[in-house]
């Protein structure tokens, strides 16, 4: 889903560079009780190799005791054409309700 060089700027959180360490950040985020990752697309416009893409998030995060906290949000997201014709995210940044 990500260039190599990806940036995602999540919020409250230092930027996280290159595809390995934000595989590793989704990762922990679904290790550590964040379930059920929704987006909505609400606008995508494109120019050359680029796009933008806004959207609603919705996730669900275990508390102790098992109850439940539903959290949402807006995320932009810039893509980027590749040679093979795949788009992959270059820049993500999200903030919460």
């Given at each position: 889903?990500?260039?190599?060089?990806?940036?995602?700027?999540?919020?409250?959180?230092?930027?996280?560079?290159?595809?390995?360490?934000?595989?590793?950040?989704?990762?922990?985020?679904?290790?550590?009780?964040?379930?059920?990752?929704?987006?909505?697309?609400?606008?995508?416009?494109?120019?050359g190799r680029?796009?933008?893409?806004?959207?609603?998030?919705?996730?669900?995060?275990?508390?102790?005791?098992?109850?439940?906290?539903?959290?949402?949000?807006?995320?932009?997201?810039?893509?980027?054409?590749?040679?093979?014709?795949?788009?992959l995210i270059?820049?993500?940044?999200?903030?919460?309700?």
């Amino acid at each position: 889903m990500y260039t190599p060089d990806a940036v995602i700027v999540p919020q409250g959180g230092e930027p996280i560079k290159g595809r390995t360490a934000i595989v590793q950040f989704w990762f922990e985020m679904l290790k550590n009780g964040f379930l059920k990752p929704t987006l909505e697309i609400v606008d995508l416009h494109q120019e050359g190799r680029l796009a933008y893409q806004t959207c609603r998030w919705t996730v669900l995060k275990l508390r102790e005791g098992s109850s439940v906290k539903h959290l949402s949000g807006n995320t932009l997201r810039i893509f980027e054409r590749q040679r093979d014709g795949r788009w992959l995210i270059k820049v993500q940044m999200s903030n919460t309700d």
